[in-house]
């Protein structure tokens, strides 16, 4: 394991951050000033997340994955000046505490276990009411909305998102436009130049990121999400590279009240992936696509839940930028293999009463009938168990309010040809907001 290092631009980075913070004795002197220095905000998301990944299924090889690391995001921003102009800066850090040689491959980390340390955000903003134009480094969160008191039952809103499921998240060079027409109906556009991975310091060409080798095409995107009535969202988005890849999918999200502690959810969602142009992603034409249905029923402080999903037989889905909006989207499996189908049933529990702030979840999802898309050949069936608790610390006035903890494992059976592979992932990350004002 290499020793960590930062680069002097890093080192740059964060004493820039440091000027943007208040002492105690300017707090009375900030409140009287303008909103741009008002409202401005500085802070440390602090975390550290343990991962350790025994992947049988491709028997007799093994793949070993397994790091421990340390770091955070480091971030200010200002507030608005004359309500139209902000800008704001991030830095990102990861560090191994234990990384081992021969178990890379976490993204918790660089390539090799070395650590990640980059300016991942440094934008302006510009804003017109309900209109804003964001341009330079940033996060994409394209706001996935669902109604309030239900479970989270995807990672993110679109096949564009911060992926913040590690150390470091995605973040983007782009130019963001979202525009709130109602509170009920919200549009977006965007342009991808560059992307940063999360396992990564540097931004390369959106092409690239994606998986096309040597390829300089950047992203274009646009959606819009719109809510007819209440607790129902419909969501549709387009994502283009050039000669890379085309991404479109719809999805509709509806919650019916049966009392004051029930609720019935239904949802669904279609998504279709194509290459374009030269096909410089695979080097040949491809098309595939996905539908997913979803239901949820709840009552109190308990969730069952339930999922079906097909994906075509033009190859798998990709998610380069996201883990996408897709029902199925495992610890360590996605379920959408070619000509995948797949089931998943859970149980989802809110113990709050019991233990403030505590919640788990247990889930089996079971995908057969995939195969290999160049051969037509018949790949393994597969089935994911996955259990998980999450405790968020609420206690405002503490020094740790908001801290989270949470703990996942997955099992995963692949029945091969050779008998039965046994594959697992344990994951345990902390998370701890610091607010510098």
Same mark, same amino acid.
């Given at each position: 394991?290499?020793?960590?290092?930062?680069?002097?631009? $890093?080192?740059?980075? =964060?004493?820039?951050?440091? &000027? !943007?913070?208040?002492?105690?004795?300017?707090?009375?002197?900030?409140?009287?000033?303008?909103?741009?220095?008002?409202?401005?905000?500085?802070?440390?998301?602090?975390?550290?997340?343990?991962?350790?990944?025994?992947?049988?299924?491709?028997?007799?090889? /093994?793949?070993?994955?397994?790091?421990?690391?340390?770091?955070?995001?480091?971030?200010?921003?200002?507030?608005?000046?004359?309500?139209? !102009?902000?800008?704001?800066?991030? *830095?990102? !850090?990861?560090?191994?505490?234990?990384?081992?040689?021969?178990?890379?491959?976490?993204?918790?980390?660089?390539?090799?276990?070395?650590?990640?340390?980059?300016?991942?955000?440094?934008?302006?903003?510009?804003?017109?009411?309900?209109?804003?134009?964001?341009?330079?480094? /940033?996060?994409?969160?394209?706001?996935? /909305?669902?109604?309030?008191?239900?479970?989270?039952?995807?990672?993110?809103?679109?096949?564009?998102?911060?992926?913040?499921?590690?150390?470091?998240?995605? $973040?983007?060079?782009?130019?963001?436009?979202? %525009?709130?027409?109602?509170?009920?109906?919200? *549009?977006?556009?965007?342009?991808?130049?560059?992307?940063?991975?999360?396992?990564?310091?540097?931004? =390369?060409?959106?092409?690239?990121?994606?998986?096309?080798?040597?390829?300089?095409?950047?992203?274009?995107?646009?959606?819009?999400?719109?809510?007819?009535?209440?607790?129902?969202?419909?969501?549709?988005?387009?994502?283009?590279?050039?000669?890379?890849?085309?991404?479109?999918?719809?999805?509709?999200?509806?919650?019916?009240?049966?009392?004051?502690?029930?609720?019935?959810?239904?949802?669904?969602?279609?998504?279709?992936?194509?290459?374009?142009?030269?096909?410089?992603?695979?080097?040949?034409?491809? &098309?595939?696509?996905?539908?997913?249905?979803?239901?949820?029923?709840?009552?109190?402080?308990?969730?069952?839940?339930?999922?079906?999903?097909?994906?075509?037989?033009?190859?798998?889905?990709?998610?380069?930028?996201?883990?996408?909006?897709?029902?199925?989207? /495992?610890?360590?499996?996605?379920?959408?293999?070619?000509?995948?189908?797949?089931?998943?049933?859970?149980?989802? $529990?809110? !113990?709050?009463? %019991?233990?403030?702030?505590?919640?788990? *979840?247990?889930?089996?999802?079971?995908?057969?009938?995939?195969?290999?898309?160049?051969?037509? &050949?018949?790949?393994?069936? &597969?089935?994911?168990?996955?259990?998980?608790?999450?405790?968020?610390?609420?206690?405002?006035?503490?020094?740790?309010?908001?801290?989270?903890?949470?703990?996942?494992?997955? %099992? =995963?059976?692949?029945?091969?040809? $050779?008998?039965?592979?046994?594959?697992?992932?344990?994951?345990?990350?902390?998370?701890?907001?610091?607010?510098?004002?």
């Amino acid at each position: 394991m290499r020793a960590p290092r930062l680069r002097p631009t $890093t080192l740059s980075a =964060v004493c820039g951050f440091c &000027a !943007l913070l208040p002492g105690g004795a300017a707090q009375a002197q900030l409140d009287a000033a303008s909103p741009f220095i008002r409202d401005a905000a500085a802070g440390f998301n602090a975390r550290t997340f343990y991962m350790d990944s025994e992947d049988n299924s491709k028997a007799p090889a /093994q793949t070993l994955k397994e790091a421990w690391a340390i770091g955070g995001k480091l971030f200010g921003r200002t507030g608005y000046w004359r309500d139209t !102009l902000q800008f704001g800066a991030s *830095y990102y !850090l990861s560090l191994p505490l234990y990384a081992p040689d021969g178990r890379d491959g976490t993204l918790l980390l660089a390539p090799g276990q070395e650590t990640i340390s980059v300016l991942g955000e440094l934008y302006g903003r510009l804003k017109v009411g309900d209109t804003r134009l964001t341009l330079g480094r /940033q996060e994409i969160d394209l706001g996935y /909305q669902r109604a309030s008191g239900v479970r989270s039952n995807r990672g993110d809103a679109t096949y564009l998102g911060r992926q913040d499921n590690r150390m470091v998240p995605l $973040t983007y060079q782009a130019v963001l436009l979202g %525009w709130q027409a109602h509170e009920r109906l919200n *549009y977006y556009a965007g342009w991808v130049d560059k992307a940063k991975l999360r396992n990564s310091e540097d931004f =390369v060409d959106a092409g690239a990121a994606i998986g096309a080798k040597g390829s300089g095409s950047d992203l274009w995107s646009g959606g819009v999400q719109f809510a007819p009535v209440k607790d129902f969202w419909v969501q549709g988005w387009v994502h283009r590279s050039s000669d890379v890849i085309r991404i479109g999918f719809v999805d509709a999200d509806y919650v019916a009240r049966l009392s004051a502690a029930s609720w019935l959810r239904l949802a669904g969602q279609y998504s279709d992936q194509r290459s374009d142009g030269s096909n410089a992603l695979t080097g040949q034409a491809f &098309a595939t696509s996905n539908t997913q249905v979803y239901a949820e029923y709840g009552l109190d402080w308990l969730s069952f839940y339930g999922t079906w999903s097909r994906t075509g037989s033009g190859a798998d889905m990709r998610f380069p930028f996201s883990s996408g909006p897709i029902y199925t989207q /495992q610890i360590m499996r996605s379920f959408t293999r070619a000509h995948e189908s797949a089931w998943q049933l859970g149980l989802g $529990t809110d !113990l709050g009463r %019991w233990a403030s702030g505590l919640s788990a *979840y247990v889930d089996v999802t079971r995908g057969s009938d995939a195969i290999n898309p160049a051969s037509g &050949a018949a790949l393994a069936d &597969a089935t994911e168990v996955d259990a998980g608790a999450v405790w968020t610390l609420k206690q405002k006035g503490s020094a740790f309010d908001g801290l989270r903890a949470r703990l996942r494992y997955a %099992w =995963v059976t692949d029945k091969t040809s $050779t008998g039965d592979q046994k594959s697992s992932d344990l994951r345990i990350d902390l998370n701890l907001p610091i607010d510098f004002r």
